[in-house]
């Protein structure tokens, strides 16, 4: 028989919850995480300016890196399940900074993508969204959407600082040093605060999820009697979560959406800058839309606590979906107030994504094995991410346009949208 969830009058709240710990070391680490990631816009068009190298085989260097991730995220989630974070996420630190180091001498098209695809997209899926996640999923139940919407802003947050700052740095030092620069950055912050902050579950600390305390467990609150309370969830087997259509679902909505969003995370300035727009004018846009894309992730997080996971990424997805439309209206029109309502859209979709796909995983996957599922997931959206990245190249290099592109982004968006209700989180959710 199913254990009746505790009333208002039997539970009482820890006082200081290490959860929100948590989720501030995942907010700073995704925001380094993402924001590298995004930066590449802004080195590849400095790399292209300064090699004869083409646009589809240049940003095939970042999907080599989405490759790696897809390659090592099944293991990295298997190994947090397995081992713990810290002694997987600090390894990671050390090769991320190791990568962006090395990128600082390359010198051909193939010691890039050695070590930027393979190095640093190494150590960077040690600092993901799949490392957070499958900390995240044992901290949070009841506010589980609203804490994957405050870990994940710091991807928005990090876009809005890295890209400018990169682009800042290229024009003063060149790219050169600005390789080294966030090297030394992700050692700094990150190394310290994984190291001394970061914990798996609530019982290694001495708390319940979500800081909830039951009333029978606040005469004698042990890390024994905590461990036996926070063992009841659903544990699904893997062979039984693969032979379930909503595991597929579950796979492809991120699948989707990831293709439409990474061309244009990678693209987007190149385009910009080939309409007319400055460098630096072209690098502050998109990280407005790392800022909107930040306020939003905690809203959509919350909201869908509320009115559903499949609601809420839906409204995100047509967001999106206005965004990339704005830009075609720029290239048609030329108006430049496009690139406010693109920032605008566009932001507001991107903060969907992410915390979507952490809630929805966790609502239908939670368990021993929830890093691994997660690291599935994960390996999907690093495919999906290469092909978006290299594909846009591609149809520009064949087509001397983007606008083929983001029609496909648009088409592939909707899509998306269709697969979160085929999944039915509403279901676990209510259950």
Not at 258 to 275: E, M, S, T
Request: glycine share 10%; proline share 3%.
């Amino acid at each position: 028989m199913t254990k009746a969830a505790p009333s208002p009058a039997t539970v009482t709240f820890t006082r200081f919850y290490w959860g929100w710990i948590i989720v501030a070391v995942a907010s700073i680490s995704m925001a380094f995480w993402l924001g590298i990631r995004s930066s590449f816009s802004v080195f590849y068009v400095a790399l292209l300016e300064e090699f004869p190298w083409n646009r589809g085989d240049s940003a095939g260097v970042q999907s080599m890196a989405l490759i790696t991730y897809t390659i090592l995220a099944p293991l990295v989630g298997t190994l947090i399940d397995r081992f713990g974070p810290r002694r997987i996420v600090i390894p990671g630190i050390l090769i991320l900074a190791l990568g962006l180091a090395l990128c600082s001498i390359i010198e051909t098209l193939g010691q890039f993508y050695l070590f930027y695809g393979v190095v640093m997209g190494s150590g960077i899926t040690c600092i993901g969204i799949i490392t957070y996640s499958s900390i995240l999923a044992h901290w949070f139940e009841k506010k589980r959407g609203l804490a994957s919407g405050f870990a994940v802003s710091g991807m928005g947050l990090g876009t809005f600082l890295l890209v400018p700052l990169s682009q800042s740095f290229i024009s003063m030092w060149g790219w050169q040093t600005t390789f080294i620069a966030t090297a030394v950055l992700v050692l700094v912050i990150l190394l310290p605060i994984n190291g001394f902050l970061l914990r798996h579950k609530p019982q290694e600390v001495g708390q319940y999820p979500d800081g909830i305390i039951p009333a029978e467990a606040t005469s004698a609150l042990s890390s024994k009697a905590i461990s036996n309370e926070t063992q009841e969830i659903d544990d699904w087997p893997l062979k039984k979560a693969v032979r379930s259509g909503r595991f597929w679902a579950l796979m492809i909505f991120p699948f989707l959406s990831i293709i439409g969003i990474y061309i244009i995370l990678v693209h987007n300035v190149k385009f910009l800058v080939d309409q007319g727009i400055d460098k630096m004018s072209a690098a502050f846009i998109f990280a407005m839309v790392g800022v909107v894309s930040s306020i939003f992730r905690v809203f959509w997080g919350w909201l869908s606590d509320r009115i559903g996971r499949e609601l809420t990424f839906t409204m995100g997805i047509l967001c999106a979906c206005l965004g990339v439309y704005s830009l075609l209206l720029f290239e048609n029109s030329g108006s430049r107030w496009f690139t406010y309502s693109f920032f605008t859209f566009f932001g507001m979709g991107w903060g969907v994504t992410a915390p979507m796909y952490m809630s929805v995983a966790a609502d239908l996957f939670r368990g021993k094995i929830f890093g691994l599922i997660y690291g599935f997931l994960e390996a999907g959206v690093g495919i999906a991410g290469a092909l978006g990245a290299w594909l846009a190249g591609y149809i520009f290099d064949q087509t001397r346009s983007y606008q083929t592109a983001f029609i496909l982004t648009i088409t592939v968006l909707l899509l998306s949208s269709l697969f979160v209700w085929l999944a039915a989180p509403r279901k676990f959710r209510r259950r």
